[in-house]
Every structure is written in C-alpha cells, then in structure tokens.
T-cell receptor, first 112, second 114 residues
Framework: KAGVTQTPRYLIKTRGQQVTLSCSPISGHRSVSWYQQTPGQGLQFLFEYFSETQRNKGNFPGRFSGRQFSNSRSEMNVSTLELGDSALYLC???????????FGSGTRLTVV | GDSVTQMEGPVTLSEEAFLTINCTYTATGYPSLFWYVQYPGEGLQLLLKATKADDKGSNKGFEATYRKETTSFHLEKGSVQVSDSAVYFCALRSGGTSYGKLTFGQGTILTVHP
C-alpha cells in the first residue's frame, strides 16, 4: 500500500516568487492536512481539506492557500515568498479526522 | 487554546536503559492523544495513540496512558535501542470542528548510545 507522496522533495525559490507543493494521499483517504515545520516554531497547522472542501484553517496569512481535487490529491500554494517561509512542509492524510494521520516525507522549501 | 508541553531535551541514554518522555496538555473537551516519531530526513510516523481517558496506547515496546486527572500522556519504553534515536512529538486533536488539526509539542530529541 503506497504511503503519502509529496513532491518535490526539495525546492529552492527566490523571495517574491510563488511555489506550489503537491500531496498524493493514501488511496481511499479523503482528509488531507498540511503543516509547516521550522526549528523556531515547531509544527504548525496550515489547513485541512475533505472531499474538496476546506474544513479548517490555521493562523497563516492569505499568501498560503490550498486546494483538493476530486481524486483527493492536494496542492498548497505560497505566493510572494518570504525568507521566513523556508521550512519543511508536511502533508498528512486520513480516512477522516477521527482516525490517525499518516504523514508524507515532506517538501523542504528554501527561500533565498 | 489547545497546547502540548513536552519535557525539554535532548535526552541521551545508553542502550537498554529505561525511557520516559513527559507530555502534558491543555485542551477543551476530551482530546485524542498521539505520539509521533521523526527520523532524520523523514516525515512523522504515528507511534501510538489513545482516544479516551485511561486508554493505553502501545507499539514497538513503547507505551503511553491517557491520564485525564493529570492531563498527561507520558511515553515510556523499558529498554531502548540505538535504532530508537529520533525526535519524538506528543500531539493532541480536540473534538468538534478541529478537523485535521493536530497540536504538537516542541519535540524531544532522543539519542541512544551503544
């Protein structure tokens, strides 16, 4: 059974650019959540999607957005990148919120 | 709001030593509690979970008991191995409309020496 797949694994972008990260959940999982992990702030929740609808959102600026497709694959987008956006972005999938979440290996974003 | 506090690390142990990593939480209602482990360069792996008071989660020799009266979920293992070296995160998920949101502690780095 394939796990949660995140692409790309590594990304280097310049300040002011935008970036799109992709997440393919485990087959059958309809809930997808995104997290930002940094040494200073730890793991912080970005948002959660279920059946193409955003059900929950963390305290991040509007530059951070996401979407989910009918096949449950999800993308997150960060516009006007700032140096502070450098982080490991983790995606997690689940059947629904009451079940455990399985995490992908993450996308390491570096903003220069 | 919800919060999770883990014991400060790093924790350094010799192989076969006993491990305890303390975790306490603040949450509304009755949260579900989790321990995740992160190996270098990888994402998080679910280690164990408990969904109600007095539940004991266990996996790979690790155990944690959901203690509502002390709002704690301490992780224990009787005999650690070098391969247990990793970062351990305690997390909670509140009920209600907290869809998909896990609140994590700051993580505890565990290093086990042969």
């Amino acid at each position: 059974k394939a796990g949660v797949t995140q692409t790309p694994r590594y990304l280097i972008k310049t300040r002011g650019q935008q970036v799109t990260l992709s997440c393919s959940p485990i087959s059958g999982h309809r809930s997808v959540s995104w997290y930002q992990q940094t040494p200073g702030q730890g793991l912080q929740f970005l948002f959660e999607y279920f059946s193409e609808t955003q059900r929950n959102k963390g305290n991040f600026p509007g530059r951070f957005s996401g979407r989910q497709f009918s096949n449950s694959r999800s993308e997150m987008n960060v516009s006007t990148l700032e140096l502070g956006d450098s982080a490991l972005y983790l995606c997690a999938s689940s059947l629904d919120s009451d079940y455990g979440y399985t995490f992908g290996s993450g996308t390491r974003l570096t903003v220069v | 709001g919800d919060s999770v506090t883990q014991m400060e690390g790093p924790v350094t142990l010799s192989e076969e030593a006993f491990l305890t990593i303390n975790c306490t939480y603040t949450a509304t209602g009755y949260p579900s509690l989790f321990w995740y482990v992160q190996y270098p360069g990888e994402g998080l792996q679910l280690l164990l979970k408990a969904t109600k008071a007095d539940d004991k989660g266990s996996n790979k020799g690790f155990e944690a008991t959901y203690r509502k009266e002390t709002t704690s979920f301490h992780l224990e293992k009787g005999s650690v191995q070098v391969s247990d070296s990793a970062v351990y995160f305690c997390a909670l998920r509140s009920g209600g409309t907290s869809y998909g949101k896990l609140t994590f502690g700051q993580g505890t780095i565990l290093t086990v020496h042969p």
